[in-house]
């Protein structure tokens, strides 16, 4: 999740988050000072550079993790958990920061003093003590230092998010960079996947269906010429009988086709039925566990039938196993796709088929893992996101 700042976070709570913020300012400065300034002959010298560098890091790596704490807490921030920033980045960090937050305590201060002059007119009015003219003057004067005081602790108070941001977490920039980059990956997966797709059903077709319906046609011709010429009632008998044979296994070859394609049972039983259709025709025994409560979005529903029959597929031609076990569940708006065959393993997660599985996910914000030693078992986990 990308570093910001929770709308939800209180403004006394931001403010106490601010006021914290000038003490470990001042932490930092000192820090940066004073052991600066005691190891800077170490720094020089080049035989202990690195051990007296190391020292200071040290030092700089617990006040930025302090400073992420102090962000995370008060200002509700939530930074990639698996982004770390190298060693440089948070040096600069902490120097802007010692910074920032020093400015920041000086101009509290002048707050607090300006607070006190306010305190000190208020008693002078009372008093009677001040003139109109003086009391308007002091009130404008007032009003402008206050305005230009309450404007510097905002500014201050976005350098010091736009600063943790930069260090802590990818910038904004950044983000837009690599999801742009991500769609465009997924888009073209998708592209190849379904061009892979085609040429496998057109392999089906020409491989399969086509010969059959050509051997099916050279059956009926020799009927016909058998008919025509009465020769051999008997044999035209058989010829047709194996046309009709030939004929039922086109029907089903077809079907096995149109279902690889896109199973109508998906869009009109759902796809806890789809997924029986692709358990009865397995050729090896398939075990479904469907623990999904309530529906699921088509483009998800679509994605998980596709990963369970490719899986399922590979498994009885490729991987030799004799059991399949198949799991979906929910949980929140994540469902997972769980597939474990007993085969000989090996699969290779960069093969064309898991390839495409792949980018069909990416199209959705999934993601697909391929656990597949050698000898086996392999286990392959699909993550759809269903909001």
Same mark, same amino acid.
């Given at each position: 999740?990308? %570093? ?18 000038? *003490? ?44 992420? +704490? ?26 802007? =920061?010692?910074?920032? %937050? ?31 003219? /003086? ?6 004067? %007032? ?34 960079? =690599? ?13 190849? +996947? ?6 496998? &059903? ?23 010429r058998g008919r025509e010429r009465d020769q051999d009632p008997e044999r035209t ?18 079907? /096995? ?26 050729? @090896? ?8 409560? %309530? *529906? ?24 030799? +196993?004799? $059991?399949? /076990?198949? =799991? ?10 769980? @597939? ?21 996910? $990416? ?16 286990? &392959? ?7």
């Amino acid at each position: 999740m990308r %570093g910001r700042t929770a709308d939800t976070a209180s403004w006394p709570r931001r403010a106490t988050g601010v006021l914290l913020g000038v *003490p470990t300012a001042a932490l930092a400065a000192l820090h940066l000072l004073l052991t600066g300034a005691a190891l800077g002959p170490f720094l020089l010298w080049p035989r202990t550079r690195p051990y007296a560098y190391g020292s200071l890091l040290a030092g700089v790596r617990r006040l930025a993790a302090l400073e992420r +704490a102090r962000r995370r807490a008060f200002f509700g921030d939530r930074f990639p958990r698996h982004y770390r920033a190298d060693d440089h980045r948070l040096l600069r960090y902490l120097a802007v =920061r010692a910074g920032g %937050g020093l400015v920041t305590g000086a101009v509290l201060a002048l707050l607090g003093f300006g607070a006190v002059l306010v305190g000190l007119l208020v008693r002078g009015v009372l008093r009677g003590s001040l003139g109109g003219e /003086e009391l308007l003057t002091q009130v404008l004067l %007032g009003g402008v230092l206050l305005f230009l005081a309450v404007q510097g602790l905002y500014s201050l108070a976005a350098l010091d998010a736009r600063t943790a941001r930069a260090c802590f977490g990818p910038s904004e920039a950044e983000l837009l960079r =690599r999801r742009v980059a991500e769609l465009a990956d997924s888009r073209a997966a998708v592209v190849r +996947a379904v061009d892979a797709e085609r040429r496998r &059903i057109e392999r089906d077709l020409h491989d399969g269906v086509q010969q059959r319906l050509v051997a099916l046609a050279m059956l009926l011709g020799r009927a016909r010429r058998g008919r025509e010429r009465d020769q051999d009632p008997e044999r035209t008998d058989a010829l047709l009988r194996q046309a009709h044979r030939e004929a039922r296994e086109v029907l089903t070859e077809l079907r /096995e086709v149109a279902w690889r394609a896109y199973p109508s049972a998906l869009d009109t039983l759902g796809l806890e039925e789809a997924l029986g259709g692709v358990a009865g025709r397995c050729a @090896i025994p398939l075990r479904l566990r469907y623990e999904v409560d %309530g *529906p699921l979005p088509e483009p998800v529903r679509t994605a998980a039938y596709f990963v369970v029959s490719e899986c399922v597929t590979n498994a009885a031609k490729h991987a030799r +196993a004799s $059991a399949v /076990e198949v =799991r979906l569940g929910r949980t929140g708006s994540l469902l997972t796709v769980r @597939i474990e065959d007993d085969g000989a393993g090996g699969a290779d997660p960069a093969g064309s088929g898991l390839t495409g599985l792949r980018g069909r996910l $990416a199209a959705l914000d999934g993601t697909l893992h391929v656990d597949s030693p050698a000898g086996g078992p392999t286990v &392959i986990t699909a993550e759809l996101p269903c909001a």
